[in-house]
């Protein structure tokens, strides 16, 4: 991480140092807890460069990865290999420490034996219902279980037997006992381990109960020496529970439970849930899909982690959950772009242009920056011919008021060649389509100056026609209409907009871009980051995805009129 990434401090940093300066702690442990079932999204990254971040800032600091696998019918190896990948990506590292609570469950099933000893914890046999039944709600007082008072040793006994197999999933439950009057529901004597006959991608059969979230989540945080728990604010209300856990067991240590707002993004949905719907009914291709705010889908559209780091730090932490615009998120990688990728030129929609007085047979090799306002970033040969390429809409047969590029008649500078003056437009006789421009150029304005300081009003890009690579180009807008999907009564999937992915085939870039380097970042001259596709380009016909438009100024004039 670069030295002007220095992170401000918010209120958990400000705890973290008071605790340092009076000594409660020698040592600062922080843990990223994913649970893996789906991938990791740009939420995630908020809470990776809280957690990660302060153990990189504090000496003898240290930050554990540690997946919460309690619940093993929706979780896949899949997933633990995609979030070790994303965490690695972002510029973090756990060293050894890489854990599983399920590397805890045996130990947490002998804490479990230990709260029904003490009489802490019961066997209830309720069904589904009437526990919700008897739960109460948030304006009335629950109601004991008839199961509350059975004694230590039929408790005991029952829990043993439902680890040996010989209830059926659903038929009984550990709870905690607690207080079911408790104004905070969570503490209505929640549920500890429930029978659950499925295979888990770490132990196998070995267990056919599992402990729930928040009987685990302390336990594995104390096991652990975590000093400072940080979690999003849903987890306030189960504080108490967290506490009451580690009050009740003789577990190592008791961490600190700190909550933080989450992250919530315009135009966009922060849920693994949610972005599991998306992919399974399709509206995307993929967790990876270059849309998805998935740290896999942003990577691969072309964000990169210094642009997400340092979008993290923008943001920074607060108690009051809020909406972060999308627009900062993309102000934030233009920063970091802007300083690294190399310039090229890339024609999306190409419109030919021969140069008339050019001789037929000849080939330049022009000289290009790769950074205009980085000379050490290099040149590199750019070749020019007769015929080049150029946008289409860099043309106007009847230019509007602002439009200062090419017309008829008029001459412009092609971007590191010649000026060329528009003599002739070509059109196909049936459609009126325009099919080429015929122009010619003045050989003494190589460099982008005229001898006789004539100027010119516009410079565009364009590709040799007889060196282009074609490509295909596939440009993204937001994955939804509405600023928040998630707001309102209807399905957030309703939203999607179905503009957001448009491929275009016929692009034609510089020779240079023929075997890019799949994940390599470009800026197309005037029109936007591009960063080659890792999954589907192949040398000789590159993919790039827009990363990100630079911001348009003629689509502004336009606008206004
Ligand atoms: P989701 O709601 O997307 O399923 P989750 O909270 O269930 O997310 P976990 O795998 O349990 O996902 O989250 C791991 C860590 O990341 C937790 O500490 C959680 O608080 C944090 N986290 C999840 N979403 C966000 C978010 N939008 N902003 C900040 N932190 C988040
Ligand atoms: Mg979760």
Request: glycine residues 6%; contains cysteine.
């Amino acid at each position: 991480m670069t030295s002007d990434e220095t992170q401000s401090q918010d209120f958990i940093r400000t705890i973290i140092a008071d605790d340092l300066a009076i000594g409660k702690h020698e040592q600062i442990v922080t843990r990223f807890p994913p649970e893996p079932n789906g991938y990791l999204h740009i939420g995630h990254a908020k809470s990776i460069c809280l957690n990660f971040g302060i153990a990189k800032e504090n000496t003898k600091a240290r930050c554990h990865l540690r997946f919460d696998d309690t619940n093993p019918t929706k979780e896949e190896q899949e997933y633990v290999e995609s979030i070790k990948d994303n965490v690695r990506w972002l510029g973090f590292d756990w060293g050894e420490h890489l854990y599983f609570a399920s590397d805890y469950f045996e130990q947490i099933y002998q804490y479990a034996e230990h709260l029904i000893t003490t009489g802490k914890a019961y066997v209830c046999d309720l069904s589904a219902e009437d526990t919700r039944a008897y739960r109460g709600t948030l304006t009335e007082p629950g109601k004991n279980s008839p199961y509350r008072d059975r004694p230590v040793a039929e408790n005991l006994d029952l829990f043993r037997r439902m680890q040996a197999g010989e209830f059926p999933d659903g038929t009984r439950v550990l709870r905690a006992k607690i207080d079911m009057a408790s104004g905070n529901m969570n503490m209505r004597d929640p549920v500890l381990y429930r029978i659950l006959h499925a295979s888990h991608h770490r132990t196998g059969d070995t267990w056919c109960i599992y402990p729930m979230y928040d009987y685990t989540h302390p336990i594995s945080d104390a096991l652990e020496g975590i000093t400072h728990s940080l979690c999003t604010l849903e987890f306030a209300d189960h504080r108490p529970l967290y506490d009451w856990t580690l009050d009740n067991l003789p577990t190592p240590c008791h961490p600190r439970q700190i909550e933080f707002a989450r992250l919530n993004l315009s135009y966009t949905v922060v849920s693994k849930r949610k972005l599991l719907q998306l992919v399974n009914d399709g509206h995307v291709s993929g967790w990876d899909d270059p849309r998805m705010p998935t740290l896999s889908g942003i990577r691969r559209r072309g964000y990169t982690p210094a642009a997400l780091r340092s979008f993290c730090d923008k943001i920074g932490v607060a108690k009051k959950d809020s909406m972060v615009d999308v627009a900062l998120l993309e102000h934030c990688v233009r920063d970091d772009l802007n300083e690294t990728a190399v310039r090229v030129m890339g024609v999306l929609a190409p419109l030919k242009v021969v140069i008339t007085n050019y001789p037929e047979d000849r080939t330049e090799n022009l000289t290009a920056q790769n950074h205009p306002q980085k000379p050490e970033l290099g040149e590199r040969a750019v070749p020019f011919g007769r015929e080049v390429y150029i946008e289409r809409e860099d043309f106007m047969e009847e230019p509007a008021k602002k439009f200062f590029r090419l017309a008829p008649g008029r001459e412009v500078r092609l971007r590191y060649a010649y000026f060329i003056k528009c003599e002739k437009v070509i059109k196909d006789e049936i459609s009126g389509e325009i099919i080429e421009l015929h122009c010619t150029y003045d050989p003494a304005t190589l460099g982008g100056s005229a001898p006789d300081g004539r100027k010119v009003k516009g410079t565009i890009h364009w590709v040799s026609a007889a060196h282009g690579v074609p490509a295909e180009v596939r440009l993204y807008d937001r994955l939804f209409t509405e600023e928040n999907p998630d707001a309102g009564e209807a399905d957030f999937k309703t939203f999607v907009n179905p503009e957001s992915l448009l491929v275009l085939n016929n692009c034609l870039v510089e020779p240079s871009l023929a075997n890019a380097q799949p994940g390599s970042h470009y800026q197309f001259e005037r029109q936007g980051y591009f960063c080659v596709d890792i999954l589907d380009s192949q040398d000789g016909k590159p993919v790039f995805n827009r990363t990100v438009t630079l911001r348009d100024t003629w689509e502004k004039e336009k606008a206004k009129g």
